[in-house]
């Protein structure tokens, strides 16, 4: 259990990394790292002595946009304009709510109860409440968008990270996709992202001395 919750505390961090870049460039108007909890239902009276409890759910962020930010990043909830799918989904007021998961498989997530219950809040908050919460893994996310320069080096020792990814930059991301105006180009060839080993070509050391 320590391990998941110590996992948790960093998917968060490498998330919020993301979303302090997008505020640095005007996206982002404010980054809510302690939102308050959200009732999804409230206390119902079955008979006397038994009822169900009030059910509330406390998301992980809550981020609220600039208007340049929902123009470029965001599909409003039930909006008209969804001429291609934006990373992120928001609100007429300009605001997500966000779910962080760990990037695990769902054979190792389920151990965790509230990767499996999740989903049964998440779909009760929106239809009682009319509330979309946006479940977002972090490396998943790097990969479909950009990965924030923070997380190029690691957490303690600020060198280098391996990365298992392309670490495409924000403004790569932007170049690819004009601004956002059109969707990412679907194969690592038309986002110029192919190197020599997706050709087949194997780079060898021709620098050992030969005798």
Known sequence: MEQRERQKGETEKYIIWYFEELRGRGYIQLIDTSPCEIVIDYRIEITKGRSFEQWVYTPDLVVRWTSLGIDLWCNILNGHDNTFKRPFVCDLGATSYIEVKPDVAYSIAKANTSAVTFPIRQKALFALQGIYV???????????????????????????????HYPRTLDDYLRLTNNLTRPLPRTKDARGEVDDEDRGAKVIDDTIERV
């Open 134 to 164: 946006q479940m977002v893994k972090p490396i998943a996310l790097f990969k479909a968008t950009f990965t924030p320069q923070r997380y190029m080096l690691t957490d303690k020792t600020l060198k280098e990270r391996k990365l298992h």
